[in-house]
């Protein structure tokens, strides 16, 4: 099936949606992004991702494409026209273009560009990855010091995701300063004597909407939590570990750097986490 996708306005099939080759997210990766789940064919923490979106957007003077309820509007619309039971929505908004290539932003009033798709992925919740559990390699941390914002600057997370993939892993998290900062695509922790350890909010890490939901969940769960930095070599001795993102939800981390954590499968508070995380997030869903 051909997706329809959101381009500036207006639904159109796939292949007929086009940006100008002059956006400045193409040519500057001047542009910020959302991505949302579906479950059951509803949105997991719209909220949340909207007000990131927003936050992102004034931290770079970038206008906003349209209100919070045309966005809700969107994100339900494609859902629907495509048919989304369970997968992804991937909302990117640039600082558009004027029709040339300039390091100076354009001119006022020069409209954003604001593109949305779906990725269909049936069984997400019930992925066998968070079965198995996660193995990850640790690398250096080379990212811009802004991380907070969600901007589409991703070539380095890719790297480190084939970085990963070519050592037989997962996925790889990001070491700067010998502390610990995030995963490529999401938040880490580690979990030693049932305490739970991450790395506190900052310009240093994005602010993620499931840390969010989950260390809330955890406290309702009377789970200890500490948010402190934390180095590579606490997690390898840790009982646990795991990561939490809004494409993977929780997901267990068995192994770091080729050392086996616990008996090397997910551990009980990422199991748990994960269960409470997507039983709530089912019921809250709009
Ligand atoms: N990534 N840290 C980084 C660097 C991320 O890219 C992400 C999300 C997170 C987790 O944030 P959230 O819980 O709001 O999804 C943390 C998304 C899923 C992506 O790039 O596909």
Partial sequence: MTRTVYVNGEYLPEDEAKVSIFDRGFLFADAVYEVTSVLDGKLIDFEGHAVRLDRSLNELDMPSPCSKDELLEIH???????????????????????????????????????????????????????????????????????????????????????????????????????????????????????????????????????????????????????????TIDEAKEADEAFTTSASAFVMPVVEIDGVQLGDGTPGPIAKRLREIYLEESRKKAI
Wanted: hydrophobic share 40%; aromatic share 6%.
């Fill in 76 to 230: 339900r619309k494609l859902v629907e026209l495509n048919g989304i039971e369970e997968g992804l929505i991937y909302l990117q908004v640039s600082r558009g273009s004027d029709g040339d290539r300039d390091f100076v932003f354009p001119a006022e009033g020069t409209p954003p560009s604001l593109v949305l798709f779906t990725q269909n992925k049936p069984g997400l919740a019930d992925n066998p990855a968070a079965k198995k559990g996660a193995k990850i390699i640790s690398i250096e941390d080379i990212r811009w010091g802004r991380r907070d914002i969600k901007t589409v600057q991703l070539l380095y997370p890719s790297m480190g995701k084939m970085m990963a993939k070519k050592a037989g892993c997962d996925d790889a998290w990001l070491i700067e300063d010998g502390h610990v900062t995030e995963g490529t695509s999401n938040n880490a922790y580690f979990v030693k004597n049932g305490k739970i350890v991450t790395r506190p909010l900052s310009n240093d890490i994005l602010h993620g909407i499931t840390r969010a939901a989950v260390l809330r969940l955890a406290e309702e769960a009377q789970m200890e939590i500490e948010e402190r930095l934390f």
